[in-house]
């Protein structure tokens, strides 16, 4: 589950003249990280800090477009079936070794594309590569099953390249401690200098990176789990960013001279998944009984503080040459709620309780303490509690959360969210091929949908793909896949003093990591 996409403008239009040649900054990060982007391991504690240490063929644009990286230039044939991506040359890993098509070819064929590794996103990419091949030392080809129109774009999405030779006799890449967790070898802007297992990461500037030399000197990450340690740490001085979790702290924030804000939309929704192996979820009225229940503008305010609009798909307004706003909308409306349940066949018991069939309509709805998760759940409870709708919910830590619900699928209803790349293909999240094993959280199946996003994957030209993307947002509008919550705005405090992002979204601007600084 990748998640964090969060934008902010931080872009110093300064003078040479103004950059701090020994300056260095100091971020936070959750937990101790994986160095290593493909890591199961690897989620929101790691995914910034391997985008400075693992750059990947491709790298997005302001317009979240994606523009070389590691590769120069990329070309489909015309089936669309092979991908020939150009390599840089002269590119060196943090040892001074090459970096060569050996290494992209190793990290896809031993590592991503390996069933049996559980790689992070890995069943994204099986569902459609089926090898990497080396042509020369800077050439890759991409072999795919099925066309793959943003294979660019996805290239360019936490899909880091790893070095062959540091791998060189390693059975297990995700025991490799040595690299994973104290001293990875890399090809990024920087490189890792220390690390304190709880508390620090040291990072300094790369001197064999390809690239334009970074203007920092070097990047510290804080191991800081509790977000109210965050914003103190950001108001004293002692971080110069971090990413506001809880948008009550933001008046704070706004007092401080030192500071300022930054608030931005980004390609993230939030949801309930309701699972479909559970017979009582297969009746799309209930899906669409249980969303028109649920007070979204209300949680907005008193959830978000305002900061986010309501959802109506998996395509963001950020994306707006695909985004579809006519679509069948679920308004608050408890009445409608209760009608469309009584059509499927639910009564009110004796206690207020909806039956059917002799049983209440009780939903089991594991949740994480992570977060705001927790009370995105309690209102849920309470808005389905308003129309007969029972839901237990249990609490429990996020890593169990993971395992019990997105890997074991041991669930009936869960809020979460999804953190996606900026491009219309949602198949590894909808497709039925993705479900019970991949990212289609509820295991939802319909063979309409799966056709219209291989459609989408197999169209070329924008126009093409934005009629059809348009044409699945109105089918998972009316089925509902996931009930659909809200798209947040982001909120990223920062000090004043730190300068040069381009202002594209976080993981976007960390891509670009050489070109920060500190201004004098």
């Known amino acids: 589950m990748k998640l964090v996409a969060l934008g902010f403008l931080l872009a110093g239009g300064t003078g040479a003249q103004n950059v701090d040649p020994n300056g260095s900054v100091t971020f936070v990060t959750t937990a101790d990280p994986t160095f290593n982007p493909w890591s199961p391991n690897a989620f929101v504690e790691s995914n910034l800090i391997n985008e400075l240490l693992f750059p990947g063929l491709t790298r997005w644009d302001k317009d979240l477009k994606p523009v070389p990286d590691l590769a120069t230039s990329w070309k489909a044939s015309s089936d669309g079936l092979k991908w020939t991506f150009n390599l840089r040359k002269n590119v060196k890993w943090s040892d001074g070794k090459p970096l060569t098509a050996e290494d992209v070819a190793f990290t896809f064929n031993d590592i991503v594309l390996k069933k049996e590794l559980g790689a992070n996103q890995g069943s994204t990419w099986r569902n459609a590569v089926t090898k990497v091949n080396v042509i020369n030392s800077t050439t890759a080809e991409f072999i795919l099953a099925r066309p793959w129109a943003s294979l660019p774009t996805y290239l360019a999405y936490y899909a880091g390249i790893l070095p062959k030779h540091a791998f060189a006799g390693v059975t297990d890449p995700w025991k490799f401690t040595a690299f994973n967790k104290q001293n990875p070898v890399s090809s990024g802007p920087f490189k890792i200098s220390q690390v304190v297992s709880g508390a620090t990461i040291r990072m300094v500037r790369n001197d064999n990176y390809w690239g334009t030399k970074p203007k920092l000197q070097g990047v510290t990450f804080k191991v800081v789990s509790d977000s109210n340690a965050q914003l103190a740490q950001l108001l004293s001085g002692d971080v110069d960013l971090i990413a506001v979790s809880n948008p009550e702290t933001v008046d704070r924030i706004k007092s401080s001279p030192n500071l300022v804000l930054d608030i931005a939309t980004a390609n993230i929704y939030y949801f309930v998944a309701l699972n479909q192996d559970d017979p009582r979820f297969q009746d799309a009225r209930v899906r669409q009984a249980l969303l028109h229940a649920i007070n979204r503008p209300a949680m907005i305010t008193s959830v978000l503080k305002g900061y986010g609009q309501v959802a109506t798909g998996p395509i963001a307004p950020i994306q707006k040459s695909y985004y579809n706003a006519n679509v069948q909308q679920y308004p608050y409306d408890p009445a409608k709620a209760k009608?469309?349940?009584a059509q499927a066949g639910w009564k009110p018991g004796p206690d207020g309780t909806l039956m059917k069939d002799g049983k209440p309509f009780v939903i089991s709805m594991p949740t994480a303490s992570y977060q705001q998760l927790v009370p995105i759940s309690l209102l849920v409870q309470q808005y389905w509690k308003d129309i007969g709708v029972k839901a237990d919910i249990k609490t429990m830590d996020w890593n169990s959360y993971i395992q019990q619900v997105i890997v074991k699928r041991d669930y009936q209803a869960s809020a979460a969210w999804w953190s996606t790349p900026?491009?219309?293909?949602?198949?590894?999240?909808?497709?039925?091929?993705?479900?019970n094993v991949g990212n289609n959280i509820p295991n939802y199946k319909n063979p309409k949908l799966d056709a219209l996003l291989e459609s989408?994957?197999?169209?070329?030209?924008?126009?093409?793909?934005?009629?059809?993307?348009?044409?699945?947002?109105?089918?998972m509008a009316k089925e509902l896949p996931y009930l659909y919550l809200?798209?947040?705005?982001?909120?990223?405090?920062y000090n004043k003093r730190l300068q040069g992002m381009r202002g594209i979204t976080q993981a976007a601007d960390f891509q670009y990591a050489n070109e920060w600084f500190v201004a004098k």
């Open 486 to 493: 809200w798209y947040p705005q982001s909120i990223t405090a």
């Open 339 to 341: 009608a469309l349940l």
């Open 422 to 435: 900026a491009d219309p293909d949602v198949l590894p999240y909808y497709d039925s091929s993705a479900a």
């Open 456 to 475: 989408g994957r197999k169209a070329s030209s924008t126009l093409s793909r934005k009629r059809i993307y348009n044409d699945a947002q109105a089918l």
